[in-house]
């Protein structure tokens, strides 16, 4: 069974400062991987993706990938209160997208 | 331009009923996705369809039944609902990219 494995949380950052979100998984012929932001009560929202080795800026987001250690994270720089949610890592393997449990982010005002 | 469309958006079902969710989306993607979401254990595939005409079973299939009645449309069945069906379904569309979801189902069996 092929696994995402994330920090549920809660994790609690200053407003201002910078959130960091983890994520790893199981299966090493995974090419492709995303951040999905989730609003209580609403649906998933893709928010970045990252299919090389590095970092990817978008705004104040950066994905981070490291395929040799399994292992995708991402940055939110200036968090704002508007950044609380549950923060979804996902990896696409054999045609299915399959997600980790998630990381509720709480930005402390 | 709607996107991914679920229907119904909210339903509340007896014990052994039958139901069907329909999801239907207007961006040409090859693949979609049945979700179930429950508190605490994330999203969770039931089934996908990775082109018009194909089906496969995700991680918790057993309970239910799809249908990719056409590149635009899959569809999600319980033939006997129970109470451990009790949660919110997404929908979700994609072309080798991410994953674009409706709105969701709360679905509650009593």
């Known amino acids: 069974q092929k696994e995402v494995e994330q920090n549920s949380g809660p994790l609690s950052v200053p407003e201002g400062a910078i959130a960091s979100l983890n994520c790893t998984y199981s299966d090493r012929g995974s090419q492709s991987f995303f951040w999905y932001r989730q609003y209580s009560g609403k649906s998933p929202e893709l928010i970045m993706f990252?299919?090389?080795?590095g970092d990817k800026e978008d705004g104040r987001f950066t994905a981070q990938l490291n395929k040799a250690s399994q292992y995708v994270s991402l940055l939110i720089r200036d968090s704002q209160p508007s950044d609380s949610a549950t923060y979804l890592c996902a990896v696409i393997g054999d045609d299915k997208i399959i997600f980790g449990k998630g990381t509720r982010l709480h930005i402390l005002p | 331009n709607a996107g991914v469309t679920q229907t119904p958006k909210f339903q509340v079902l007896k014990t052994g009923q039958s139901m069907t969710l329909q999801c239907a989306q207007d961006m040409n993607h090859n693949s979609m996705y049945w979700y179930r979401q429950d508190p605490g254990m994330g999203l969770r595939l039931i089934y996908y369809s990775a082109s018009e005409g194909t089906t496969d079973k995700g991680e918790v299939p057993n309970g239910y039944n799809v249908s990719r009645l056409n590149k635009r449309e899959f569809s999600l069945r319980l033939e006997s609902a129970a109470p451990s069906q009790t949660s919110v379904y997404f929908c979700?569309?994609?072309?080798?990219?991410?994953?674009?979801f409706g709105q969701g189902t709360r679905l509650t069996v009593v």
């Open positions: 979700a569309s994609s072309e080798g990219g991410g994953a674009f």
């Open positions: 990252i299919y090389s080795n």
